[in-house]
């Protein structure tokens, strides 16, 4: 994106500084020696042929700026609420398990905006992700997901 946003400025800057320039010296060595009417329509040419240029530089700085501030990197937990789980876990599950149930964790964490793959692998970044949700809602942090941790995630079946 930042590349974008640079060649676009690198546009502008040619179409309305460098070209206008050109056209300003090139216009006056045309009509050098001429009368003041040659002058402003050979200028008058110019500035209808680099019409075109100056609406490819507009065109470019709309779409950046359309490009630039329509990016929606708002989490889901923020636009809506989560969809409540319609899989359940029946026993804890903590660092080293693997399997379907640590996938049912995983997704509900990443549900609640929290960062975690579902890998199928409680790993750190899900211990991680466990402990923080255990933060938020105010739960013993351990990193384990028993049956408060599991019925504050909406998952655990007694």
């Known amino acids: 994106m930042e590349w974008v946003i640079a060649l676009t400025v690198g546009l502008v800057v040619y179409v ?30 110019f500035r209808r042929r680099d019409l075109i240029w100056q609406a490819i ?15 929606d990197d708002t989490p889901a937990s923020e636009t809506a609420e989560a969809a409540p789980s319609t899989e359940t876990i029946s026993s ?25 793959t579902a890998d199928g692998v409680y790993g750190q970044e899900t211990a991680d992700a466990v402990r923080a949700f255990q933060e938020q809602e105010q739960l013993p942090v351990d990193g384990v997901v028993g ?12």
């Open 92 to 116: 804890p599950v903590s660092f080293g398990d693997s399997g379907p149930d640590v996938v049912i964790v995983q997704e509900r964490l990443a549900a609640e905006g929290l960062p975690v």
């Open 147 to 158: 049956s408060d941790t599991g019925e504050a995630l909406a998952i655990w079946s007694s």
């Open 16 to 45: 309305f500084v460098v070209r206008r320039r050109g056209r300003e010296a090139l216009a006056d060595a045309v009509s050098s020696g001429g009368a003041g009417g040659a002058r402003r329509a050979t200028h008058g040419y």
């Open 57 to 71: 530089a507009v065109f470019a700085v709309v779409f950046v700026l359309w490009t630039v501030f329509n990016d």
